[in-house]
């Protein structure tokens, strides 16, 4: 099985930082990685997906970046509604997914 | 609108069977396949369930593999999970969603609670 290594585990921000979280593979995943943003109580929704393709309705300051089995997900200028858990997902092969990163305020 | 609604959780005893539905609306659910993940209390997401959109292929994890079906009945919009056989670490919040193809897992539902306790 690939597993899926996020870090941090918790980051602490403010609003307006630029920020950027770590996901990755223990093996080539090619481009087959997605970002989902988790908040309590709420279903879990779905950021980028491929690497560095923005879902439909997501603000901009979402990117994604990577291959192979290094990726990030990189907010440009936080805002209120972001502080939530991100957890990174691959398709590659099979299916599994990171362990999350909670992203709190400072 | 995309919705997908779980239903069906609850506390049940180690050894016994319950049955969750997901409820879709807001795209044609006979052209997707459909997944189930659990997340357990302060762990990680676990995919555990695949079914095809129109059940000719189903894929499931080892942890549930052989107690765990998943199904669907496309004339109503709904995706089953019937789970026999719980244990304690079956405890978990129980997810169902929407396959893409190529994106895979593009919405998904809020989830519905199971606890396996004696």
């Known amino acids: 099985d690939i597993q899926m290594t996020q870090s941090p585990s918790v980051l602490s921000a403010s609003v307006g930082d630029r920020v950027t979280l770590n996901c990755k593979a223990s093996?080539?995943?090619?481009?087959?990685l997605n970002w989902y943003q988790q908040k309590l109580g709420e279903a879990p929704k779905l950021l980028i997906y491929?690497?560095?393709n923005l879902q439909t309705g997501i603000p901009s300051r979402f990117s994604g970046s990577g291959s192979g089995t290094d990726f990030t997900l990189t907010i440009s200028s936080l805002q209120p509604e972001d502080f939530a858990t991100y957890f990174c997902f691959q398709h590659n092969s099979w299916l599994t997914f990171g362990s999350g990163t909670k992203l709190e305020i400072k | 609108e995309v919705q997908l609604v779980e239903s069906g959780g609850g506390l049940v005893k180690p050894g016994s069977s319950l049955k969750l539905s997901c409820v879709a609306s807001g795209f044609t659910f006979s052209s997707y396949g459909m997944h189930w993940i659990r997340q357990a209390p302060k762990k990680g997401l676990e995919w555990i369930a695949l079914i095809y959109y129109d059940s000719s292929n189903k894929y499931y994890a080892d942890s549930v593999k052989g107690r765990f079906t998943i199904s669907r009945d496309n004339s109503k919009n709904t995706l089953y999970l019937e789970m026999n056989s719980l244990r304690s670490e079956d405890t978990a919040m129980y997810y169902c969603?929407?396959?893409?193809?190529?994106?895979?897992?593009?919405?998904w539902g809020q989830g519905v609670m199971v606890t396996v306790s004696s």
């Open positions: 093996q080539n995943i090619n481009k087959y």
């Open positions: 969603a929407k396959d893409n193809i190529g994106t895979t897992l593009d919405y």
């Open positions: 491929n690497t560095n």
